[in-house]
């Protein structure tokens, strides 16, 4: 054990040393460290937020889907109600319809009638009139019958 | 053989001195432990300075990964030994574990290599004769070396001290701790006894720091020295453990010396 200016070489040695790692080396590593540390955590904050975010909008979208299907529901609901009142009021409309086509089938048959007995007392009238005249043409005028004649067409 | 043996210890247990003479005094340098040393604390701040300036956040390589575990390390124990802030404790004891690691790794080399450079370097160079040319490769193993850390974390326990409790606080728990007493009369005989006290469990520290590193590195390099001597065939039984062993010593010799420099401070800046 011989102590002689080594000890003070080492210790000068020694200072500068820790000097320089307290200038060079610790605060930029630690500080680096520092910033990698925190750049983790909020990474890892955001991908939790990011977890809780599509968690919601995932039951937003469930919550939505069921009120499509409840929507859906009662437009085909209303819609059936409203076809089966429309297969009524077609078929009220059509009965009505129908009615009315047979009452003026009649209506006209029952001109047609009117139409055909006057077509025919016009034509028996004449058939009267000419077989009176074959009748009548030797003895009766039928200039001095025609009053005669005519009250009888209107007896018709 | 055996004064062979008693020459070649000697002469590996001789330091590479500045003054030859027998009758040098305190201006005298070991020029190996001072050199080597140096180198080491070059290597040292070079990687680890390289490393902080090219320090990659999102993409560190190999190296960085390493240097980082190690700072990770000191940290760790920085943050969990001493509660009060400074910026200093830190890089302290991360140059006293790393530079002290670097010194004692220094016994894993040959015991033969360097003395034997230094010969031929000598004897080649600088027509030395080879006998007087004296290198010892590890500085750990000179008690200047670990005396000259020791002092320094000595004078940082002071400093630290006087910083936290201001010097009349310190000066008055170095008179009435450990013993403690309300009574003034009893204070007073109380105050040489505790100043004595304090003053042993002061100086013990840097004392027990040096020696437990010097003396820990000197027996390993001895134990190698005496290796070296069996025949060449037969020095892996011996050698080859002991190295393996060595590995834990080194690492674990430098390990406590960062440790107990911060449980000291830490006890320097806290209050009795």
Redesign the interface.
Known sequence: MEFNVTLLGQAITFAILVWFTMKFVWPPLTNMMEERAKRIADGLAAAERGKQDLEAAEKRVADEVRKAKQQAMEIIATAEKRATQIVDEAKDNASTEGARIVADAKGQIDQEVMRAKEALREHVAQLAVVGAEKILRKEIDAAKHADLLSSIKAEF | MASNAIEYINHHLT?W?SDPSPA???????VD??SV??FL?FV??GV??M???R?S?ENPGKLQLF??SI??LV?TQVKEIFHAKS??I???A??IFC?IFLMNAMDMLPVDLLPNIAQWIGHSFFGLEPHHVYFRSV?SA????T???S??VFLCIIGFSIKAKGLGGWGKELLTAPFHTHNPIGAIILAPLNFIFQLVELAAKPISLSLRLFGNLYAGELIFILIALLPWGAQWILGAPWAIFHILIITLQAFVFMMLTIVYLSLAVEAH
């Open positions: 330091f001195n040098r005094g305190f201006w005298s340098l070991h432990t001072f040393s140096l604390a040292f701040a680890f300075a490393v902080a300036r320090a956040l240097v980082e700072i990770e940290d910026n200093v830190a890089p302290l991360l140059t530079w500085p000179d008690v200047n070396a005396f000259a850390m002092l320094s």
